[in-house]
């Protein structure tokens, strides 16, 4: 071994480390051997590059201090740096800003097309240029579409890598929203471009990974995902994302126990709600106040005490509301798991509904109430929503939170109807409808164009729009080439009766002795019995047209909505579709309709005395007299008063308190009709059955389905026919809770001068509304509408025998 | 001069004609990596033995000197198909080498070349084997300490073997220290994986190269440096030349631009999202769209016409990417194998009236399990030899003052990053020990921990510069560092000549904890 065979202490990095100059120090070469006992560091190179010639050269150069020469540089491939045209491909007008520049997130996803084009590409737009607008990012931003279209389908045969799918022109289709000349240009244009192109795709990209692994070692792959996870401990990001999704679980649990306790809430109300009644109707059996009138001078003279109309069950409800929740609102506060401080509760004065809204059952909420309604959601206090008094009723018939129903003022809702929507005053009684007359199918030719539909009915549809189904018939064909103007019809062959899918007519014509036979002849007594109607426009009524009671001289249509309904309800055949003809519409004045009006109410009054000595006979008779009411006609009538109510109300209105001080009942129900003709279809639904269904002597069925607002017992108080139809009035007037304070006015006024069984008291008393003053008998009430579609009849003869008359050939 | 009746093959080394930097012709020893056809004229790319791959070339067959052809050793070479080649040893190989080199080196100065016997090479296999055989479990406590002491014996017996294989090759100065070394490596047989990873210092994980299955390579870092599976292609370079702005690059290397777009003579970069297309024209079309004037991140320093702005790798991953498609042309070891989520880039722009030109970038990890502050660090060639790069390193280091913690970069370094960094590492430290005043008449002092935590530079760094600039010397007893005139006067001229400097007050830089911030 060697003389110097001491070992120097390692280097401590902590240790001073004197500082000298070497002219300091004379002797330092005499030390020179022990220097390199410091172990090398490694210079961090690869080792077969270290060695290389150059770094080498360069490296024993430095090793000399700054000594640096020319030729130990290490030489590398040249660059160029004097492109011509660089000043002008790159514009040179970029101020530097004065801040540092900070980007801001997204702003660079421009959404320009990763496309660009090239000389070829420019070509070809230019050629397309000739024939269609095209332009060059129009170009590209197909070509991107195109080209990432089928990237897609590239991604999804991977597997098969080869088998490129491109897109299809249908696909392209889809793909580009240009029109379809310039698609299939450029889409050809760009099939067979990258048919051609060798890589598949237009934009060049870098090659992705394949998922089965086998591109683990293709050079060409470049940026694949790291599946693994370097480290998995520290996955802060993943406890941020489950903190998130923690809270956000606790507050929906806390709402959905917000809601439950709501509900529960609600049903202890129902409960007692359920248990007032029965304790009134209790009481009242024990009194013997069948008639209801005890109660209705109960509730009077509540009315008296309180000028603004009494709501007691309502006001105790929400006061046991307010407590109940007052009470709950403390529970939880006492909870400390409800760590959230929840907004101060404020009892705001609830405004008290006006005696149309009805706790249960439908009800119409006047602007006053709307405006309680109109509170904004606020979702990060969800608590401030639930426990602010005003929203209860909302939440309690809408948990849907932002997604709910929110009422707008100005806007009248109706709450919605409970069971399945039956009932229709068109759809077969076995269905729960009322079969009314005047739903039935007819013969109706439209105005333009003009020509006959065949058979078809008409029905007030939404917002007072008149609706036309149609329906199939074997005698379709003959029914269209009827010629509506001529005089004379063509034969009208040995028809069937009305189609037997007319269910309406069949309920209502099964009195009728004359309909069964089908023969000609029978249709043709049928159709100058006016039983057989045929509608038609106006316009050339040659026979008569100077008719005064003419109908459609009268009252000129309105435009009618036809609607084409494939399959009715009752109706087995698809109805053939045409096109709807647009509406001649004559326009429908106020003043015409006031002239109407006034003309109505006095037929009414005529009719009236009529039928009120009739009527002493009691209401059977009426029920017995089936032949003079069965063909009576109120389609076209009760449309119009559908439509007109709807332009008219206020007039309405007027009218109506006028017609207070007559003190006649058809009149003041007759306005009652078109209250609820106004209000809702389902008001007319209730009504206008009603008529119908006494005049076929078969009242209890229709009473089941229109009385749907009220308790269920409410049938069990159903007299023979004559109370009935007051009931079922009772339900849709009850139903209509006007909102206007006249309105209201009104409606009571009627309501007084009804006959009121029980069970329409109790629905009374529910809704607690004053009750109403039992005047005469019962069956005024479904006289009235009745006499009134009476007066309908002669124009509608006339008309239907005008049509008769053309029939034979 | 080309003998067209030989086959001259894959593999075969011969010399072929160069002009050096002097513009002299010299005939130095390629191998010859591809053979290619154009309209019947052979073309033949060379890998200069001993010259940087950068320097590869398709040649004519004029230019080989035909005469003094080798053809491949069978036997000593690798096959072709797996890309290893007679100048890339296999990896288990270059692992034992590494750990060897240690040793050689500190005997050698690096001037005087490699030298790196067989001998020993086998030598330190059978001692790695001993060391796996000791570090396996063994049923009962005795039959341990008896397989220990073997594994010890073998070891000592082996590291003799060692000190002698070298006598035969090594002058004779510092075996003793070399031997010792050796040895007692050896006699700490538990642990030694890990003793020999904290003596090679280097990067990653050897044991493992050496199961020899193709698998995808470590997740952290940007860089490779086993490079045992390279493929071929990824050996010589595709791309004829790449257009960004005002200047035309020749590539150095590989890089995995889109397959189609390595046929063109020119790819056309824009110069600022650094997007590549194929053509002049597309460029035009591109640039109407492009608004981009500066890279797309946040410009976190600027002082006269020198940005740099700092781009995350996640949320640009297209711009990302782009540079690196850039970068990897220049960069050898530089991996693309992953995407870039992990990394952060600051890059350094000039200003002028066109926008923020890019000059050269690093990358960085957002979280470096091993203090790197640098994965991968280019200036553009354009730029090259003009300080640019040294502002480059300079700068990360300054965010790793701001981080507080030291940095290194990371793992192998290029020739010219070796070059660079040594150099900037040199001029920093000796500017601190240049400006140490004498206090109360006592010699200046400095601890290795104090210079590293004023440049932030990793201790290793500072001790293996102040070895490389020669300055730490055993003096009486005690570690000693002396400037030599010739120190001095090289660095008072270097820093001359040192214009371009970081100011960290113009770097409004605040650190990112990545690590709560989630995973990257």
Same mark, same amino acid.
């Given at each position: 071994?060697?003389?110097?065979?001491?070992?120097?202490?390692?280097?401590?990095? @902590?240790?001073?480390?004197?500082?000298?100059?070497?002219?300091?120090?004379?002797?330092?070469?005499?030390?020179?051997?022990?220097?390199?006992?410091?172990?090398?560091?490694?210079?961090?190179?690869?080792?077969?590059?270290?060695?290389?010639?150059?770094?080498?050269?360069?490296? @024993?150069?430095?090793?000399?201090?700054?000594?640096?020469?020319?030729?130990?540089?290490?030489?590398?491939?040249?660059?160029?740096?004097?492109?011509?045209?660089?000043?002008?491909?790159?514009?040179?007008?970029?101020?530097?800003?004065?801040?540092?520049?900070?980007?801001?997130?997204?702003?660079?996803?421009?959404?320009?097309?990763?496309?660009?084009?090239?000389?070829?590409?420019?070509?070809?737009?230019?050629?397309?240029?000739?024939?269609?607008?095209?332009?060059?990012?129009?170009?590209?931003?197909?070509?991107?579409?195109?080209?990432?279209?089928?990237?897609?389908?590239?991604?999804?045969?991977?597997?098969?890598?080869?088998?490129?799918?491109?897109?299809?022109?249908?696909?392209?289709?889809?793909?580009?929203?240009? +029109?379809?000349?310039?698609?299939?240009?450029?889409?050809?244009?760009?099939?067979?471009?990258?048919?051609?192109?060798?890589?598949?795709?237009?934009?060049?990209?870098?090659?992705?990974?394949?998922?089965?692994?086998?591109?683990?070692?293709?050079?060409?792959?470049?940026?694949?995902?790291?599946?693994?996870?370097?480290?998995?401990?520290?996955?802060?990001?993943?406890?941020?994302?489950?903190?998130?999704?923690?809270?956000?679980?606790?507050?929906?649990?806390?709402?959905?126990?917000?809601?439950?306790?709501?509900?529960?809430?609600?049903?202890?109300?129902?409960?007692?709600?359920?248990?007032?009644?029965?304790?009134?109707?209790?009481?009242?059996?024990?009194?013997?106040?069948?008639?209801?009138?005890?109660?209705?001078?109960?509730?009077?003279?509540?009315?008296?005490?309180?000028?603004?109309?009494?709501?007691?069950?309502?006001?105790?409800?929400?006061?046991?509301?307010?407590?109940?929740?007052?009470?709950?609102?403390?529970?939880?506060?006492?909870?400390?798991?409800?760590?959230?401080?929840?907004?101060?509760?404020?009892?705001?004065?609830?405004?008290?509904?006006?005696?149309?809204?009805?706790?249960?059952?439908?009800?119409?909420?006047?602007?006053?109430?709307?405006?309680?309604?109109?509170?904004?959601?606020?979702?990060?206090?969800?608590?401030?929503?639930?426990?602010?008094?005003?929203?209860?009723?909302?939440?309690?018939?809408?948990?849907?939170?932002?997604?709910?129903?929110?009422?707008?003022?100005?806007?009248?809702?109706?709450?919605?109807?409970?069971?399945?929507?039956?009932?229709?005053?068109?759809?077969?009684?076995?269905?729960?409808?009322?079969?009314?007359?005047?739903?039935?199918?007819?013969?109706?030719?439209?105005?333009?164009?003009?020509?006959?539909?065949?058979?078809?009915?008409?029905?007030?549809?939404?917002?007072?729009?008149?609706?036309?189904?149609?329906?199939?018939?074997?005698?379709?064909?003959?029914?269209?080439?009827?010629?509506? +103007?001529?005089?004379?019809?063509?034969?009208?062959?040995?028809?069937?009766?009305?189609?037997?899918?007319?269910?309406?007519?069949?309920?209502? +014509?099964?009195?009728?002795?004359?309909?069964?036979?089908?023969?000609?002849?029978?249709?043709?007594?049928?159709?100058?019995?006016?039983?057989?109607?045929?509608?038609?426009?106006?316009?050339?009524?040659?026979?008569?047209?100077?008719?005064?009671?003419?109908?459609?001289?009268?009252?000129?249509?309105?435009?009618?909505?036809?609607?084409?309904?494939?399959?009715?309800?009752?109706?087995?055949?698809?109805?053939?579709?045409?096109?709807?003809?647009?509406?001649?519409?004559?326009?429908?004045?106020?003043?015409?309709?006031?002239?109407?009006?006034?003309?109505?109410?006095?037929?009414?009054?005529?009719?009236?005395?009529?039928?009120?000595?009739?009527?002493?006979?009691?209401?059977?008779?009426?029920?017995?007299?089936?032949?003079?009411?069965?063909?009576?006609?109120?389609?076209?009538? @009760?449309?119009?008063?559908?439509?007109?109510?709807?332009?008219?109300?206020?007039?309405?209105?007027?009218?109506?308190?006028?017609?207070?001080?007559?003190?006649? %009942?058809?009149?003041?129900?007759?306005?009652?009709?078109?209250?609820?003709?106004?209000?809702?279809?389902?008001?007319?639904?209730?009504?206008?059955?009603?008529?119908?269904?006494?005049?076929?002597?078969?009242?209890?069925?229709?009473?089941?389905?229109?009385?749907? %607002?009220?308790?269920?017992?409410?049938?069990?108080?159903?007299?023979?026919?004559?109370?009935?139809?007051?009931?079922?009035?009772?339900?849709?007037?009850?139903?209509?809770?006007?909102?206007?304070?006249?309105?209201?006015?009104?409606?009571?006024?009627?309501?007084?001068?009804?006959?009121?069984?029980?069970?329409?008291?109790?629905?009374?008393?529910?809704?607690?509304?004053?009750?109403?003053?039992?005047?005469?008998?019962?069956?005024?009430?479904?006289?009235?509408?009745?006499?009134?579609?009476?007066?309908?009849?002669?124009?509608?003869?006339?008309?239907?025998?005008?049509?008769?008359?053309?029939?034979?050939? | 001069?080309?003998?067209?009746?030989?086959?001259?093959?894959?593999?075969?080394?011969?010399?072929?004609?160069?002009?050096?930097?002097? *513009?002299?012709?010299?005939?130095?020893?390629?191998?010859?990596?591809?053979?290619?056809?154009?309209?019947?004229?052979?073309?033949?790319?060379?890998?200069?033995?001993?010259?940087?791959?950068?320097?590869?070339?398709?040649?004519?067959?004029?230019?080989?000197?035909?005469?003094?052809?080798?053809?491949?050793?069978? /036997? #000593?070479?690798?096959?072709?198909?797996?890309?290893?080649?007679?100048?890339?040893?296999?990896?288990?190989?270059?692992?034992?080498?590494?750990?060897?080199?240690?040793?050689?080196?500190?005997?050698? #100065?690096?001037?005087?070349?490699?030298?790196?016997?067989?001998?020993?090479?086998?030598?330190?296999?059978?001692?790695?084997?001993?060391?796996?055989?000791?570090?396996?479990?063994?049923?009962?406590?005795? #039959?341990?300490? /008896?397989?220990?002491?073997?594994?010890?014996?073998?070891?000592?017996?082996? #590291?003799?073997? *060692?000190?002698?294989?070298?006598?035969?090759?090594?002058?004779?100065?510092?075996?003793?220290?070399?031997?010792?070394?050796?040895?007692?490596?050896?006699?700490? !047989?538990?642990?030694?994986?890990?003793?020999?990873?904290?003596? =090679?210092?280097?990067?990653?994980?050897?044991?493992?190269?050496?199961?020899?299955?193709?698998?995808? !390579?470590?997740?952290?870092?940007?860089?490779?440096?086993?490079?045992?599976?390279? &493929?071929?292609?990824?050996?010589?370079? *595709?791309?004829?030349?790449?257009?960004?702005?005002?200047?035309?690059?020749?590539?150095?290397?590989?890089?995995?631009?889109?397959?189609?777009?390595?046929?063109?003579?020119?790819?056309?970069?824009?110069?600022?999202?650094?997007?590549?297309?194929?053509?002049?024209?597309?460029?035009?079309?591109?640039?109407?769209?492009?608004?981009?004037?500066? !890279?797309?991140?946040?410009?976190?320093?600027?002082?006269?016409?020198?940005?740099?702005?700092?781009?995350?790798?996640?949320?640009?991953?297209?711009?990302?990417?782009?540079?690196?498609?850039?970068?990897?042309?220049?960069?050898?070891?530089?991996?693309?194998?992953? &995407?870039?989520?992990?990394?952060?880039?600051?890059?350094?722009?000039?200003?002028?009236?066109?926008?923020?030109?890019?000059? =050269?970038?690093?990358?960085?990890?957002?979280?470096?399990?091993? &203090?790197?502050?640098?994965?991968?660090?280019?200036?553009?060639? !354009?730029?090259?030899?003009?300080?640019?790069?040294?502002?480059?390193?300079?700068?990360?280091? /300054?965010?790793?003052?701001?981080?507080?913690?030291?940095?290194?970069?990371?793992?192998?370094?290029?020739?010219?990053?070796?070059?660079?960094?040594?150099?900037?590492?040199?001029?920093?430290?000796?500017?601190?020990?240049?400006?140490?005043?004498?206090?109360?008449? /006592?010699?200046?002092?400095?601890?290795?921990?104090?210079?590293?935590?004023?440049?932030?530079?990793?201790?290793?760094?500072?001790?293996?510069?102040?070895?490389?600039?020669?300055?730490?010397?055993?003096?009486?007893?005690?570690?000693?560092?002396?400037?030599?005139?010739?120190?001095?006067?090289?660095?008072?001229?270097?820093?001359?000549?040192?214009?371009?400097?970081?100011?960290?007050?113009?770097?409004?830089?605040?650190?990112?904890?990545?690590?709560?911030?989630?995973?990257?």
């Amino acid at each position: 071994m060697s003389k110097l065979s001491f070992r120097a202490r390692a280097l401590d990095a @902590s240790k001073p480390l004197p500082v000298f100059r070497c002219e300091d120090l004379p002797d330092l070469h005499e030390y020179a051997s022990i220097n390199r006992a410091v172990p090398q560091m490694p210079t961090g190179m690869e080792k077969e590059e270290e060695s290389e010639h150059h770094l080498q050269r360069a490296i @024993s150069a430095q090793q000399v201090y700054g000594e640096k020469r020319d030729n130990m540089v290490i030489p590398v491939p040249e660059a160029e740096s004097n492109i011509a045209y660089y000043e002008s491909l790159y514009p040179g007008d970029f101020k530097m800003p004065k801040q540092l520049i900070h980007i801001q997130p997204f702003s660079l996803d421009t959404e320009q097309p990763d496309y660009d084009l090239d000389s070829e590409d420019e070509a070809f737009v230019n050629k397309l240029k000739k024939k269609m607008d095209v332009g060059a990012l129009q170009f590209e931003e197909m070509i991107d579409r195109l080209e990432k279209g089928s990237g897609q389908q590239m991604l999804l045969s991977k597997a098969t890598c080869i088998a490129l799918k491109p897109v299809t022109l249908q696909e392209a289709k889809l793909l580009l929203k240009e +029109d379809d000349e310039l698609i299939k240009e450029v889409f050809e244009y760009w099939s067979k471009k990258r048919k051609t192109c060798q890589s598949g795709s237009l934009i060049p990209v870098v090659k992705q990974e394949k998922r089965d692994g086998s591109s683990t070692n293709d050079p060409y792959v470049a940026f694949r995902r790291r599946t693994e996870k370097m480290q998995t401990r520290k996955n802060r990001k993943n406890d941020e994302a489950s903190y998130e999704k923690m809270l956000k679980l606790r507050r929906d649990l806390s709402r959905a126990v917000t809601i439950l306790e709501m509900i529960k809430r609600r049903e202890k109300s129902k409960r007692e709600l359920l248990h007032l009644t029965l304790e009134i109707v209790e009481k009242r059996n024990n009194m013997s106040d069948f008639g209801g009138e005890v109660m209705a001078e109960v509730l009077a003279q509540r009315a008296l005490e309180k000028p603004v109309i009494p709501l007691i069950p309502i006001t105790n409800s929400t006061q046991y509301r307010h407590t109940e929740h007052d009470r709950d609102y403390k529970i939880k506060m006492d909870k400390p798991e409800v760590v959230r401080q929840k907004r101060k509760y404020e009892k705001k004065p609830k405004p008290l509904p006006l005696a149309g809204s009805v706790h249960s059952g439908p009800s119409v909420f006047n602007t006053k109430d709307l405006n309680q309604y109109d509170f904004p959601s606020s979702d990060d206090e969800p608590f401030s929503q639930m426990f602010s008094g005003s929203s209860e009723v909302e939440e309690e018939n809408d948990p849907d939170g932002v997604f709910g129903f929110r009422r707008r003022t100005g806007c009248q809702y109706h709450s919605a109807r409970s069971g399945p929507v039956s009932g229709w005053p068109w759809s077969d009684p076995a269905e729960g409808g009322v079969a009314d007359v005047r739903y039935r199918y007819s013969l109706t030719t439209l105005t333009v164009p003009r020509r006959c539909l065949g058979l078809a009915r008409r029905r007030v549809g939404r917002g007072g729009r008149v609706l036309l189904d149609r329906a199939h018939s074997e005698w379709d064909t003959v029914y269209h080439g009827l010629d509506p +103007d001529s005089p004379a019809f063509p034969s009208l062959s040995p028809t069937q009766q009305q189609p037997s899918t007319d269910t309406s007519h069949t309920s209502t +014509d099964t009195s009728a002795p004359s309909a069964t036979p089908p023969d000609l002849t029978q249709i043709l007594l049928n159709i100058k019995a006016c039983r057989w109607r045929h509608f038609k426009p106006r316009t050339a009524p040659p026979d008569d047209p100077d008719n005064p009671e003419h109908w459609s001289t009268r009252r000129p249509r309105r435009g009618f909505l036809i609607r084409p309904i494939r399959t009715l309800q009752t109706q087995r055949g698809p109805a053939s579709i045409r096109p709807p003809p647009p509406p001649p519409t004559p326009a429908f004045t106020a003043e015409q309709y006031q002239q109407h009006q006034e003309q109505l109410v006095l037929m009414q009054k005529q009719q009236l005395e009529q039928v009120q000595q009739h009527q002493q006979t009691g209401s059977s008779a009426v029920t017995n007299n089936p032949q003079s009411l069965v063909s009576k006609t109120i389609d076209a009538a @009760s449309a119009q008063f559908a439509a007109s109510a709807l332009v008219t109300h206020e007039q309405l209105l007027a009218l109506k308190s006028k017609d207070e001080g007559v003190g006649v %009942n058809g009149v003041v129900s007759a306005s009652g009709v078109y209250k609820g003709l106004h209000h809702t279809s389902s008001a007319v639904s209730s009504i206008l059955p009603s008529v119908g269904s006494t005049s076929t002597s078969c009242p209890s069925p229709t009473i089941a389905t229109t009385t749907n %607002n009220g308790t269920s017992s409410a049938n069990h108080h159903v007299g023979p026919a004559g109370p009935a139809p007051g009931q079922a009035l009772m339900g849709g007037a009850v139903r209509v809770s006007v909102p206007s304070p006249a309105g209201t006015l009104s409606v009571r006024q009627l309501q007084r001068q009804l006959t009121v069984p029980a069970s329409a008291l109790k629905l009374a008393a529910n809704a607690n509304r004053p009750l109403p003053k039992v005047t005469t008998g019962s069956t005024t009430l479904d006289m009235g509408p009745r006499e009134n579609h009476d007066q309908e009849k002669p124009p509608l003869n006339s008309l239907t025998e005008n049509t008769v008359a053309m029939e034979v050939t | 001069m080309a003998d067209h009746s030989v086959e001259i093959t894959e593999g075969c080394r011969l010399p072929v004609l160069r002009r050096n930097q002097e *513009n002299e012709d010299e005939w130095p020893l390629a191998e010859i990596l591809s053979v290619k056809d154009i309209s019947g004229r052979k073309l033949y790319y060379v890998h200069y033995v001993d010259f940087n791959k950068r320097l590869d070339e398709w040649v004519t067959p004029d230019r080989l000197d035909i005469k003094k052809l080798q053809f491949p050793k069978k /036997e #000593a070479k690798t096959p072709m198909k797996n890309g290893l080649s007679g100048s890339r040893p296999s990896s288990p190989e270059r692992d034992v080498k590494k750990s060897l080199d240690l040793h050689v080196q500190s005997a050698s #100065a690096p001037s005087r070349g490699k030298t790196v016997p067989t001998p020993k090479r086998k030598a330190e296999s059978v001692s790695l084997a001993t060391q796996v055989t000791a570090a396996t479990p063994v049923p009962s406590l005795p #039959a341990s300490t /008896e397989a220990s002491q073997a594994a010890l014996y073998t070891a000592i017996r082996d #590291a003799s073997f *060692n000190i002698k294989s070298r006598e035969e090759h090594e002058p004779l100065t510092s075996l003793t220290t070399n031997g010792t070394t050796s040895i007692q490596r050896h006699l700490i !047989p538990p642990q030694p994986g890990r003793k020999r990873k904290n003596c =090679g210092g280097t990067d990653e994980d050897s044991q493992d190269s050496s199961d020899g299955i193709p698998s995808a !390579p470590r997740m952290t870092g940007s860089l490779v440096s086993d490079r045992s599976h390279d &493929d071929i292609v990824t050996r010589m370079k *595709n791309i004829g030349c790449i257009e960004l702005g005002r200047h035309r690059l020749k590539p150095w290397y590989f890089s995995p631009y889109p397959q189609e777009l390595t046929s063109l003579p020119i790819i056309y970069l824009c110069e600022f999202c650094l997007k590549y297309l194929k053509s002049l024209k597309c460029l035009q079309r591109h640039l109407t769209k492009c608004n981009l004037r500066h !890279p797309p991140g946040n410009e976190i320093y600027r002082k006269g016409t020198i940005s740099f702005f700092e781009i995350d790798g996640r949320k640009n991953k297209a711009y990302s990417q782009n540079l690196c498609l850039l970068a990897k042309c220049f960069l050898d070891h530089k991996t693309l194998y992953y &995407d870039t989520d992990p990394f952060l880039f600051y890059v350094m722009t000039e200003y002028d009236p066109k926008g923020f030109h890019i000059v =050269g970038y690093f990358s960085k990890e957002k979280e470096s399990t091993e &203090d790197y502050n640098v994965a991968c660090i280019l200036t553009l060639p !354009p730029y090259q030899r003009r300080g640019y790069g040294k502002l480059l390193i300079e700068f990360s280091y /300054e965010l790793s003052k701001v981080e507080g913690k030291t940095g290194t970069p990371e793992k192998p370094l290029s020739d010219l990053g070796l070059l660079s960094y040594r150099s900037y590492w040199s001029q920093t430290i000796l500017e601190i020990l240049m400006d140490l005043k004498s206090e109360n008449g /006592e010699r200046p002092q400095i601890t290795i921990n104090e210079i590293s935590e004023i440049t932030s530079i990793k201790k290793e760094d500072v001790i293996s510069t102040l070895q490389y600039l020669n300055l730490i010397n055993y003096y009486k007893g005690q570690y000693i560092l002396t400037l030599s005139e010739d120190i001095v006067e090289g660095h008072e001229c270097a820093m001359q000549k040192r214009h371009l400097r970081i100011d960290p007050k113009c770097l409004h830089f605040t650190p990112k904890d990545w690590s709560k911030r989630g995973k990257w």
